[in-house]
């Protein structure tokens, strides 16, 4: 039996299709249905590790947490890591095949549409039901013909569409008619309807728009979704740095962390619990001034460590660093992160960059060597050095994390290491982790997703405050994503029929009713 499917495209980029997406799967799987995502191909640095070691977008891992489903490398099943100077690392069934220019992958890309369909078909003979995400616009005249990810899918799996649009950024009644008139027949004929995303104010203001887009395409708008604010739900893009750095001003009496901003910055989602904690102000910044005082400076994870690690040298970020850990001032690297701040990064087979070998930044007893491999793993850790991320007295037992990294970070002399890695997917493991330096201001891990663990968060923040003289406030427990999922999913039931929606999924027969 092949399951229904509906389809979410937008009219441009960071619209709110992901998490449009991840609502309609948390809706559907209220209502007793087996439910999975998919989206043929996603570009994104932010991504996620599968239970079985496969690496996929972390909206698509998002959408399956709202689905109640197990992420799988079929939801995804092209991944593209942006590398800089036109090239990105592809990932196909969540293992990398290689490194290709943007020319090269535009040429390999047909090959990639029969395995597509049958990630997608499997994934509806295995499920109840199937929502699919599309990618940016459908609407790109000069990416269509290559097109795996918007209007080919729709076509190819004759489900219907619903297109979003930002009403926030402005312009949302024109950017529907642009879309519709870019589309060829057959294609608008997808369209089952709009979603206007994003509303503050009075939905009965938008009666005369509405009615226009209706008269003017002959397509319903399904629904007014609102601006839901502070939502923690990971980002994919980092188009949301921009916004997330800006909404929060540093006051007295808060902690200051300052997150340097890397031009090839990945899974900065590391710090989003941060976030969203009372009294803490998270900032991403690319210069040394704006970190100088901060009470915190992480150091994040890379596509491009090499090239990043130039940067940090070349915008005196390097200098600060190193002038913090003189004087005992708190430094966290994660991941590429961690590498920067060891002694060396070794790369003799040009996995990465053309530098052969680059001194790191010498803080901590590391040195990473570049291999074809990829390692890709859920973790769990347990404490074994104390450090300002645990000392036994709130973190105990197990924490949980996941590595995404191609370099293997190996110890060059004896030294403390926060945490041991004691499973790898599924398999008993007996590894260190990161390591201590600078008599304990540096502390370097290789494990993503660290700071979800609400017993290192809260030892780290105590231990922060501490150094700083700063009272404790009250503690506001920090939403899980699982209920803030919830929280998206009941505006968007205010907002959308569902009923309405299973209907058209399962009458669909390729046009509007």
Same mark, same amino acid.
């Given at each position: 039996?092949?399951?229904?499917?509906?389809?979410?495209?937008?009219?441009?980029?960071?619209?709110?299709?992901? @998490?449009?997406?991840?609502?309609?799967?948390?809706?559907?799987?209220?209502?007793?249905?087996?439910?999975?995502?998919?989206?043929?191909?996603?570009?994104?640095?932010?991504?996620?590790?599968?239970?079985?070691?496969?690496?996929?977008?972390?909206?698509?891992?998002?959408?399956?947490?709202?689905?109640?489903?197990?992420?799988?490398?079929? #939801?995804?099943?092209?991944?593209?890591?942006?590398?800089?100077?036109?090239?990105?690392?592809?990932? %196909?069934?969540?293992?990398? !095949?290689?490194?290709?220019?943007? /020319?090269?992958?535009?040429?390999? +890309?047909?090959?990639?549409?029969?395995?597509?369909?049958?990630?997608?078909?499997?994934?509806?003979?295995?499920?109840?039901?199937?929502?699919?995400?599309?990618?940016?616009?459908? /609407?790109?005249?000069?990416?269509?013909?290559?097109?795996?990810?918007?209007?080919?899918?729709?076509?190819?799996?004759?489900?219907?569409?619903?297109?979003?649009?930002? !009403?926030?950024?402005?312009?949302?009644?024109?950017?529907?008619?642009?879309?519709?008139?870019?589309?060829?027949?057959? &294609?608008? +004929?997808?369209?089952?309807?709009?979603?206007?995303?994003?509303?503050?104010?009075?939905?009965?203001?938008?009666?005369?728009?509405?009615?226009?887009?209706?008269?003017? *395409?002959?397509?319903?708008?399904?629904?007014?979704?609102?601006?839901?604010?502070?939502?923690?739900?990971?980002?994919?893009?980092?188009?949301?740095?921009?916004?997330?750095?800006?909404?929060? &001003?540093?006051?007295?009496?808060?902690?200051?962390?300052?997150?340097?901003?890397?031009?090839?910055?990945?899974?900065?989602?590391?710090?989003?619990?941060? &976030?969203?904690?009372?009294? *803490?102000?998270?900032?991403?910044?690319?210069?040394?001034?704006?970190?100088?005082?901060?009470?915190?400076?992480?150091?994040?994870?890379?596509?491009?460590?090499?090239?990043?690690?130039?940067?940090?040298?070349? =915008?005196?970020?390097?200098?600060?660093?190193?002038?913090?850990?003189? *004087?005992?001032?708190?430094?966290?690297?994660?991941?590429?992160?961690?590498?920067?701040?060891?002694?060396?990064?070794?790369?003799?087979?040009?996995?990465?960059?053309?530098?052969?070998?680059?001194?790191?930044?010498? @803080?901590?007893?590391?040195?990473?060597?570049?291999?074809?491999?990829?390692?890709?793993?859920?973790?769990?850790?347990?404490?074994?050095?104390?450090?300002?991320?645990?000392?036994?007295?709130?973190?105990?037992?197990?924490?949980?994390?996941? &590595?995404?990294?191609?370099?293997?970070?190996?110890?060059?002399?004896?030294?403390?290491?926060?945490?041991?890695?004691?499973?790898?997917?599924?398999?008993?493991?007996?590894?260190?982790?990161?390591?201590?330096?600078?008599?304990?201001?540096? %502390?370097?891990? #290789?494990?993503?997703?660290?700071?979800?663990?609400?017993?290192?968060?809260?030892?780290?923040?105590?231990?922060?405050?501490?150094?700083?003289?700063?009272?404790?406030?009250?503690?506001?427990?920090?939403?899980?994503?699982?209920?803030?999922?919830?929280?998206?999913?009941?505006?968007?039931?205010?907002?959308?029929?569902?009923?309405?929606?299973? =209907?058209?999924?399962?009458?669909?027969?390729?046009?509007?009713?």
């Amino acid at each position: 039996m092949t399951a229904p499917a509906i389809m979410v495209q937008g009219t441009a980029s960071s619209v709110g299709k992901s @998490l449009i997406a991840a609502a309609l799967c948390r809706l559907l799987s209220r209502q007793g249905l087996r439910v999975a995502p998919f989206k043929a191909q996603n570009m994104a640095l932010n991504s996620y590790v599968t239970p079985d070691g496969a690496e996929i977008g972390r909206a698509q891992a998002v959408q399956a947490l709202a689905a109640r489903s197990v992420p799988s490398a079929q #939801m995804n099943p092209v991944l593209l890591k942006p590398e800089g100077n036109s090239r990105s690392q592809v990932v %196909v069934l969540g293992k990398p !095949i290689g490194s290709m220019k943007a /020319a090269e992958y535009q040429a390999y +890309k047909p090959r990639l549409r029969t395995l597509i369909a049958d990630c997608l078909g499997q994934l509806r003979a295995e499920y109840d039901a199937v929502v699919i995400e599309g990618a940016g616009s459908p /609407a790109e005249i000069n990416l269509k013909p290559g097109d795996i990810v918007n209007m080919d899918v729709a076509r190819r799996a004759n489900v219907p569409v619903i297109l979003v649009g930002d !009403i926030d950024r402005g312009g949302v009644f024109a950017s529907f008619v642009g879309t519709m008139e870019l589309l060829d027949p057959e &294609e608008r +004929k997808l369209v089952a309807g709009f979603l206007i995303n994003k509303f503050r104010g009075d939905p009965a203001l938008l009666s005369s728009g509405l009615e226009f887009l209706l008269q003017r *395409t002959g397509i319903p708008v399904l629904g007014v979704v609102p601006h839901i604010p502070d939502l923690r739900i990971p980002d994919e893009d980092s188009v949301s740095l921009d916004s997330r750095t800006r909404r929060r &001003e540093r006051r007295a009496g808060t902690l200051d962390i300052a997150v340097l901003r890397l031009p090839r910055i990945s899974n900065y989602d590391d710090v989003e619990a941060l &976030e969203h904690e009372s009294e *803490t102000v998270v900032r991403f910044v690319s210069a040394p001034e704006d970190a100088a005082e901060a009470d915190l400076v992480i150091v994040p994870g890379s596509k491009s460590t090499v090239a990043d690690l130039a940067w940090l040298r070349e =915008r005196g970020l390097a200098d600060l660093l190193l002038a913090r850990a003189r *004087t005992g001032r708190p430094v966290l690297g994660i991941c590429g992160g961690c590498q920067m701040l060891g002694a060396s990064i070794e790369d003799p087979l040009g996995v990465e960059s053309a530098e052969a070998a680059v001194e790191g930044l010498g @803080l901590l007893p590391l040195v990473t060597r570049f291999g074809r491999e990829k390692r890709t793993a859920q973790v769990r850790a347990e404490l074994l050095h104390a450090s300002f991320l645990g000392d036994g007295s709130i973190v105990t037992g197990t924490v949980s994390g996941y &590595e995404i990294h191609m370099g293997m970070v190996e110890a060059v002399a004896e030294a403390a290491a926060p945490f041991r890695v004691v499973e790898r997917n599924g398999t008993s493991a007996d590894s260190r982790d990161g390591a201590i330096g600078a008599g304990g201001a540096v %502390v370097g891990t #290789m494990l993503h997703g660290l700071l979800e663990n609400a017993p290192v968060r809260a030892h780290l923040l105590r231990w922060l405050r501490d150094r700083a003289g700063l009272a404790h406030p009250h503690a506001k427990p920090v939403p899980t994503t699982d209920a803030e999922l919830d929280r998206l999913a009941d505006t968007v039931a205010a907002s959308v029929e569902i009923p309405r929606l299973w =209907r058209l999924m399962t009458s669909w027969t390729g046009n509007r009713p």
